[in-house]
Every structure is written in structure tokens, then in C-alpha cells.
């Protein structure tokens, strides 16, 4: 039976794009047929296959126009048993012409109910936003993949996320549950990444899936190749891992009366409304919001001595600063005006801090 998963998160480079079309590669690989729709006016996706400008066939818009008789010829990639709908900046005009979900979807609904006959996946990498083409397509999607990036930050926005889920599925798709969470961008190196880890998977429980994404420098390279992971390179960590996903998506559909997919989405807003918003989920950890990790060493700065600059970046985020500058600056305080700036100064030598000061 095919299935519609659709990739979204509100939060932007949490590696929606990198986890949509190798997950599909991976699924391809495992002799599933798959498809992948680019549903984000940006175009990411259709960028990493090279799909444009030599693309003559159908387009992501032509979902939105779609009627009976008519065909669907996709972008077909180098990988076996891997199509894609590509897309461009054009398909942003559905915001423009303002359409609703009151009864305009019939022909998208078509089309994907085609398309279901062709494929055992279609794969639909969203935009980070809840706007008309997102939720047009979760209002016919199976489930939903959340990215969460393993930083700080990563739950900003689910909380709003999960909501527009809930009220997608009362409304206009009752059979809409979410695939799964997906952490990606993990750093082993990095003590924080297991907090963070452990934290998901204490808020989230089995709704997590087993499978990790680490940071995989292999993983940009190949869409600067204009290839999947597999392609680049089959026997990196990043292929493994998303072989690993794919493998785990195909074993939960297959047990799916007996897998406990994790808390449903009725559960997830009832618990984060008792108990806290989901975006201070971090509260108790060491560090927390850019200004306050500040404030925890501004008694003694000394305590970020030898730190490398990855740290600095998962403590303060970045801010800006480039990777080959030795000096990095941060503000100290939102409040501070043109005339009066507070600013800390962070100073390397051989990518270690050396000096910091005010």
C-alpha cells in the first residue's frame, strides 16, 4: 500500500531537504519505489538532482491542476527505482492567488491519488512554514517527519507545529498521525548533543526514531555533486544512517497494528499545555537562550578558555561570525542602543579560545 510522508518543521536548516531526498534514495535502494516532491518554492531538492533546467515534464504546480486523463511524467534521477516532481520559484504563486482549503484541493487530491498507484512512497519535502502548500499537502498525506536538529534551539516552534497538525487532522484529514521525530546533525564529539538527545527522547518517548543523523560532512558534499548520499558515497556514516531510517520506516508500516508509534497527536498537545510550552523544554539543562548562556560565565569568562569553536557555537549559536575570523563578538544584552553596545569579545589561537574580555 503506498504512502504519503510529508518532511516539514517551522524551524529552518534542521536538514529537511538532506533527510527528504535520501531517505527516498535509501527507500529506492531497498526496491521501493519512490518519488519525491519538492513542495518548497525554494527549490532544494530539485537542486540536489540537477533537475533544472533540462526538466520538461511535470512540475510540483501541476499537482494543483490536475484532472482525469491526464499523466504525470516525473524527473527521472540516476537512482533506480527514484523519481522526483521538481519545482520552481513559480510554485510560490499559490500564496499569491490566496486559495483556501474550502474545496480547491480537488485536483491535488488527484493527482496524488494517481500517484499512489505508481509509487510504495512519495516522499514530499515541505517548506518551513505553515502556509497554503504545506498544509495542502498534509490535509492528503499518511504522516509527518519532523526533523529536530540537535542544538539548543530544536524544539522553537514544534510546539506551534504539532498544533497545526491536531488541527489539519479534526478538519480535513482524520487519518493524519506523525511518522516519526527524527534528530539530526548530532555531534558524538559534543557532551551537550547526548543531553539534548536524551531529552527528546524523555519528551517524545518511542515517537523518536531509533535511527540518529550525525553531522556528515559527505552529506553536504553530495548535493554540491548534484548526487544522493548513496551515489557519493554508499559506505559514509550518513548512508548508513539513513539506510538505517529507511529500514526502520519499511519494518514500523509492516508491523504497524503491533508498533507503538509513540504518542499520538492529541496526547502530545494535552501533555505540553499541563506542563510546559515545548520550546523551554531545555530549562533545566546548563545552557540555555543566547543571552542567558551569556550570563552564565559572565562571572568568570576564564571558564570558556580552550574551548574550540564548535563549542562556542553550540553554546552561543553563531551569530554571524565566520569560521576563519580569530576574533568572534557576541552582545551581551537585546537592550543595548547604538550609542551604548555591550559586547563580548572572544579571541583564538589555533582555533582554541585564548583570551576573552568585555
Not at 527507500?27 to 527549490?43: H, R, S
Not at 557519493?232 to 539513513?242: M, V
Not at 547604538?338 to 559586547?343: A, E, R
Amino acid at each position: 500500500m503506498s504512502k504519503i510522508i510529508s518532511i516539514t518543521n517551522l524551524k529552518g536548516g534542521v536538514g529537511k531537504t538532506t533527510t527528504s531526498i535520501n531517505l527516498a534514495a535509501s527507500l529506492a535502494v531497498l526496491e521501493k519505489k519512490t518519488l519525491i516532491i519538492d513542495a518548497d518554492p525554494q527549490g532544494n531538492a530539485t537542486s540536489a538532482f540537477g533537475a533544472l533546467p533540462k526538466h520538461k515534464g511535470t512540475f510540483t504546480i501541476d499537482l494543483f491542476n490536475f484532472s482525469n486523463g491526464h499523466s504525470i511524467q516525473p524527473f527521472v534521477t540516476n537512482s533506480p527505482n527514484l523519481h522526483l516532481l521538481p519545482t520552481t520559484i513559480i510554485l510560490a504563486s499559490l500564496e499569491i492567488n490566496g486559495k483556501n482549503l474550502h474545496g480547491t484541493n480537488h485536483e491535488l487530491k488527484m493527482a496524488l491519488d494517481y500517484l499512489r498507484t505508481k509509487y510504495d512512497y512519495i516522499i514530499v519535502d515541505c517548506g518551513p512554514s505553515v502556509n497554503f502548500i504545506t498544509t495542502s499537502f498534509l490535509c492528503f498525506s499518511n504522516s509527518v517527519l519532523i526533523p529536530i536538529q540537535c542544538e539548543y534551539f530544536a524544539l522553537h516552534g514544534l510546539s506551534n507545529l504539532f498544533k497545526t497538525i491536531k488541527a489539519i487532522k479534526k478538519n480535513y484529514n482524520f487519518f493524519l498521525e506523525i511518522e516519526g521525530i527524527l534528530i539530526t546533525m548530532y555531534d558524538k564529539r559534543l557532551n551537550f548533543s547526548n543531553l539534548i538527545v536524551n531529552e527528546i527522547r524523555k519528551n517524545f518517548e518511542s515517537l523518536v526514531f531509533s535511527t540518529i543523523i550525525p553531522r556528515n560532512v559527505k552529506l553536504a558534499e553530495s548535493q554540491v555533486h548534484e548526487k544522493t548520499i548513496i551515489e557519493y558515497d554508499s559506505t559514509c556514516i550518513g548512508a548508513e544512517k539513513h539506510l538505517a531510517l529507511a529500514s526502520e520506516i519499511i519494518e514500523n508500516n509492516i508491523n504497524m497494528d503491533e508498533f507503538n508509534l509513540g504518542k499520538k497527536i492529541d496526547q502530545i498537545i494535552e501533555e505540553s499545555s499541563k506542563n510546559k510550552d515545548l520550546s523551554s523544554i531545555f530549562e533545566q539543562l546548563p545552557i540555555n537562550q543566547s543571552q542567558d548562556r551569556l550570563k552564565l560565565y559572565s562571572d568568570n569568562f576564564d571558564k570558556l578558555k580552550g574551548l574550540n569553536k564548535t563549542d562556542i557555537k553550540a553554546i552561543f549559536g553563531d551569530s554571524f561570525n565566520s569560521d576563519y575570523s580569530n576574533v568572534w563578538m557576541y552582545r551581551l544584552s537585546e537592550n543595548s542602543n547604538i550609542f551604548k553596545k555591550k559586547f563580548i569579545y572572544i579571541y583564538f589561537q589555533n582555533n582554541k579560545v585564548e583570551k576573552v574580555f568585555l
